[in-house]
């Protein structure tokens, strides 16, 4: 029978076929920074898909509109972040900076969540990746008591959030800019990362 590719696969993409590691292609979700917010840098994620695919890398998939793609390549993460990075500044003419991880990264993250049993809501629990580890510790200085009921929990490369007043209402996240963090930085509800990585094992 005839392998047949998800709805929302680039055309002619190859499927996958062990989790995580497909022979020596690695599966990787990126996550596009600050794309289809309002009316700025609108993205359709047929076009993302296509021009995935046209760099070669296999699998793709998106989820959602906000530019979260999981696809198979042999190529190291930081290729990948100069590679799309590139090709999206070339095709839609602004500059679209990307964070990349592995399936097994991704599932370490899911497997050290500090706020197991806190935070209740996962549309108001998010995850800020970040590019790199954190040059400045802007939150390390933040006394939690000016914050609460919001949390946050710092780890390698990524930082736990938790806002039970909704993120609208944070006074947190004025504090989670790439000037204070001194890195690129881009945030996931639960949701969306659960789901990343249930597409990544794929």
């Known amino acids: 029978m005839a392998e047949r ?28 920074r600050g794309v289809n917010l309002g009316r700025n840098r609108r993205l ?11 760099l070669g890398y296999e699998n793709v998939r998106t989820h959602l509109q906000s530019g979260n793609a999981v696809l198979g390549s042999g190529k190291k993460a930081a290729e990948l972040q100069r590679e799309i990075g590139k090709r999206l500044e ?27 049993g806190v935070a209740t809501d996962p549309a108001r629990f998010l995850v800020a990746f970040l590019a790199e580890p954190a040059k400045k510790a802007r939150l390390a200085t933040l006394d939690p008591a000016e914050y609460e009921p919001e949390r946050w929990h710092i780890g390698p490369r990524e930082i ?12 947190l996240t004025n504090e989670l800019t790439d000037r204070n963090l001194g890195v690129l930085a881009t945030a996931r509800n639960w949701n969306t990362v659960l789901k990343l990585l249930a597409m990544s094992a794929d």
């Not at 929302?8 to 979700?29: F, I, K, Q």
């Not at 359709?44 to 046209?54: E, H, I, K, P, Q």
């Not at 070339?90 to 969540?113: K, M, P």
């Open 90 to 116: 070339e095709e839609t003419g602004a500059s679209i900076r990307c964070v990349v991880r592995t399936h097994d990264e991704l599932q370490r993250v899911v497997d050290g969540n500090p706020f197991e």
């Open 5 to 32: 590719s998800p709805a929302n696969a680039a055309p002619g993409s190859r499927s996958g076929r062990r989790a995580g590691h497909h022979g020596a292609v690695t599966t990787y979700v990126v996550l596009l």
């Open 44 to 54: 359709a994620m047929a076009d993302l898909r296509g021009w995935l695919a046209d």
């Open 160 to 171: 736990y959030l938790w806002h039970p007043g909704g993120i609208n209402n944070s006074k």
